[in-house]
């Protein structure tokens, strides 16, 4: 039977249509299941609509974080996904949501963690004067950005860039690099050892 992914956002979806394209031309090979935001106006919930793709708001305005979660947990178990793939979505999950997902939650951060976690990582690098910076795709867990690494890839900073110029090219690093990761983790050719994950051959 197909895996299935389930993709969570809550704004333009680039990611999200980086995995999508990657689903279609057969280099993931599973189907997503369902894209749920939080957001009602999220860009990426309307790429999903357009695209065919299940998708849903469970809107997180006036209710607790264990009362979304709760939700969350509920409507992803409805659609049994092997792996649910953040993908700018803007929202802290509960322990209990991480209890219920362990070891099947990815992320995407715009850093070479850990390196500058949490919001505008971009500018924060940029800010920092660092050389390298880049995006992580890591596995999700009760802390903020830092479950075990799956895969990064490197991104030079010029002299010439701005945060905006820089946070382009970052972009175009994780849309190559989510997806592969995402067939990594479904292909279950690696291992977790303490934090590392390493990759089987
Ligand atoms: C990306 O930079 C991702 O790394 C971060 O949020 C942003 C989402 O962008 N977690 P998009 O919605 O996928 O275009």
Redo the contacts with the bound molecule.
């Keep these: 039977m197909k895996k299935k992914l389930a993709v969570l956002?809550s704004?333009?979806?680039?990611?999200?249509e980086a995995i999508a394209r990657a689903v279609r031309e057969g280099k993931i090979d599973a189907e997503i299941a369902v894209v749920i935001s939080n957001r009602p106006d999220a860009r990426?919930l309307e790429r999903a609509r357009e695209m065919g793709i299940p998708s849903l708001c469970v809107p997180s305005r006036g209710v607790t974080r264990e009362e979304y979660d709760e939700k969350l947990i509920e409507e992803l178990r409805r659609h049994n996904p092997d792996l649910i793939c953040l993908?700018?979505f803007m929202r802290l999950l509960s322990p209990a949501f991480i209890a219920a997902f362990r070891g099947r939650i990815l992320n995407?951060?715009?850093s070479l963690l850990p390196a500058f976690p949490g919001l505008d990582a971009q500018r924060q690098a940029f800010d920092h004067g660092v050389r390298f910076t880049g995006?992580t795709v890591h596995f999700v867990d009760e802390g903020l950005d830092s479950g075990p690494i799956v895969m990064q890839a490197a991104v030079p900073v010029r002299d010439d860039d701005t945060v905006e110029t820089l946070a382009e090219r970052i972009?175009e690093a994780?849309h190559a690099t989510y997806p592969r990761a995402i067939a990594l983790v479904l292909s279950g050719a690696y291992r977790i050892e303490g934090r590392r994950v390493v990759h089987r051959k």
Aim: proline share 6%; charged share 10%; aromatic share 6%.
């Design positions: 956002l704004g333009r979806g680039s990611n999200f990426g993908a700018g995407i951060h715009p995006c972009l994780e």
